[in-house]
């Protein structure tokens, strides 16, 4: 069965930091170009960041750039966002998604892909 589980999510306050993880399972980890994005309520699916296991490439948001941090342990299938430096403007449900490898780069193209697995979700809340 093919899982992306999401965790790590909360409340902090704003400055705050966590780390969100991604656990994937029943499917090959490295194929995949595999990334976060978030939705606030009545906002648009906003992509932050996305990594590619092949090539080890990074991309991020402007919104984010400079305060996460992504990053892959390929040996446990996950992959990490850590976000530091934390604003209420950051408050959404972050989820995970994966694409094939051979569908996109790890680029702004990542974030317009049909995801061929996506999870299911965590909320994150920044107080002010």
């Known amino acids: 069965e093919v899982q992306l589980v999401e965790s790590g999510g909360g409340l902090v306050q704003a400055g705050g930091s966590l780390r969100l993880s991604c656990a994937a399972s029943?499917?090959?980890?490295?194929?995949?170009?595999i990334g976060w994005f978030r939705q606030a309520p009545g906002k648009e699916r906003e992509g932050v960041s996305c990594?590619?296991?092949?090539?080890?490439?990074?991309d991020y948001a402007d919104s984010v750039k400079g305060r996460f941090t992504i990053s892959s342990d390929n040996a446990k299938n996950t992959v990490y966002l850590q976000m530091n430096s934390l604003k209420p403007e950051d408050t959404a449900v972050y989820y995970c998604?994966?694409?094939?490898?051979?569908?996109?780069?790890?680029?702004?193209?990542?974030?317009?892909?049909?995801?061929?697995?996506r999870g299911q979700g965590t909320q994150v809340t920044v107080s002010s």
């Open positions: 998604a994966a694409v094939f490898m051979t569908r996109t780069y790890c680029n702004g193209a990542f974030y317009g892909a049909e995801a061929d697995y």
């Open positions: 990594i590619s296991s092949s090539d080890s490439s990074t």
């Open positions: 029943g499917f090959t980890f490295d194929d995949y170009v």
